[in-house]
Nanobody
Framework: QVQLVESGGGLVQAGGSLRLSCAAS???????????MDWYRQAPGKQRELVAT???????NYADSVKGRFTISRDNAKNTVYLQMNSLKPEDTAAYYC??????????WGQGTQVTVSS
């Protein structure tokens, strides 16, 4: 059973930076290496939205709201995906979740990490 654990959230002032990590366990390195990894976020009262995606080939895609500010990356040796968040805004405040999608389209979610940006 794949488990994902996010970390790195916290309270930061507007304009600041945070780096989120999502570590996968219970999976072989091959499963992680071939998986697509996403970061989602959900603010109170809002739907969960896709923030960033990185494929097994390290192609990336971002929501328009975070382009130029956030960077997704992966370290297959550590079974970990990262989300570097710069120039944070109060509207970035949300719980952030990572998702792993296997080649057979099984999906696994982490428990989330809270990011709060103060103005």
């Amino acid at each position: 059973q794949v488990q994902l654990v996010e970390s790195g959230g916290g309270l930061v002032q507007a304009g600041g930076s945070l780096r989120l990590s999502c570590a996968a366990s219970g999976t072989t390195g091959t499963i992680f290496r071939l998986a697509t990894m996403d970061w989602y976020r959900q603010a109170p009262g809002k739907q969960r939205e896709l923030v960033a995606t990185i494929t097994s080939g390290s192609s990336t895609n971002y929501a328009d709201s975070v382009k130029g500010r956030f960077t997704i990356s992966r370290d297959n040796a550590k079974n970990t995906v990262y989300l570097q968040m710069n120039s944070l805004k109060p509207e970035d405040t949300a719980a952030y979740y990572c998702r792993l999608i296997t080649r057979s389209y099984s999906q696994y979610w982490g428990q989330g990490t809270q990011v709060t940006v103060s103005s």
